[in-house]
């Protein structure tokens, strides 16, 4: 069965500081993994996704993730983080080999500080 | 830019009623997909639906929950019977196809049954 595991409810990290949100995950077959971002009262946007190819894959506001075959991870950083980027942040994977669902991690609580 | 969008936003129903979630998906999107997230919990998969029939369901979507395509642009989840336990955010999504493709998320309905 898939699964994804984000180690830390919460990241507290100072503005301008480099952030890094961890995620592993267990699936069979190749995975294909994303990062989604929740605000306050809205639904989950797509920040990025790996497939297939690069394994330092770029997304949306200055965010990148790393994909590890070997540790199973694929960690979201940024180089300097914005009080903005406070959200809660969710690791997904789906099985590219079979018929399967997006399963999520718990989420992650990122509060950048001032 | 295009967004799924979801109607209503917070529904408060008593117990043992019936309650239709509303969503309108990307219009170019083909497979559509209902997740839930209790509060405090991570993001659970539902059910996803292609070429008007369900193409995969979870443990959680059992025969209280349907799930309908009436027109060319509402997809909507059907709870026939609430119970406490189905208060949560409900997420509909939608993707150009599966598995690679991102899902884009609507912002939810709040449903809460007292």
């Known amino acids: 069965a898939q699964s994804v595991a984000q180690p830390e409810d919460q990241v507290n990290v100072a503005e301008g500081n480099p952030l890094t949100v961890k995620c592993t995950y267990s699936v069979s077959g190749n995975p294909y993994l994303f990062w989604y971002v929740q605000y306050p009262n809205r639904g989950l946007q797509f920040l990025l996704k790996?497939?297939?190819?690069?394994?330092l894959v770029k997304g949306s506001y200055g965010f990148e993730a790393e994909f590890n075959k070997s540790q199973t991870s694929f960690h979201l950083k940024k180089p300097s983080a914005l009080v903005s980027d406070s959200a809660l942040y969710f690791c997904a994977v789906i099985s590219g080999s079979g018929n399967t669902p997006l399963v999520f991690g718990k989420g992650t609580r990122l509060s950048v500080i001032a | 830019e295009p967004e799924v969008t979801q109607t209503p936003s917070h529904q408060v129903t008593q117990m043992g009623q019936e309650v239709i979630l509303r969503c309108v998906p990307i219009s170019n999107h083909l497979y559509f997909y209902w997740y839930r997230q209790i509060l405090g919990q991570k993001v659970e998969f539902l059910v996803s639906f292609y070429n008007n029939e369900i193409s995969e369901k979870s443990e959680i979507f059992d025969d209280q929950f349907s799930v309908e395509r009436p027109d060319g642009s509402n997809f909507t989840l059907k709870i026939r019977s609430t119970k406490l336990e189905d208060s949560a955010m409900y997420f509909c999504?939608?993707?150009?196809?599966?598995?690679?493709?991102?899902?884009?998320f609507g912002p939810g309905t709040r449903l809460t049954v007292t």
């Open positions: 999504a939608s993707s150009e196809w599966r598995s690679a493709y991102e899902q884009y």
């Open positions: 790996y497939i297939t190819g690069d394994n």
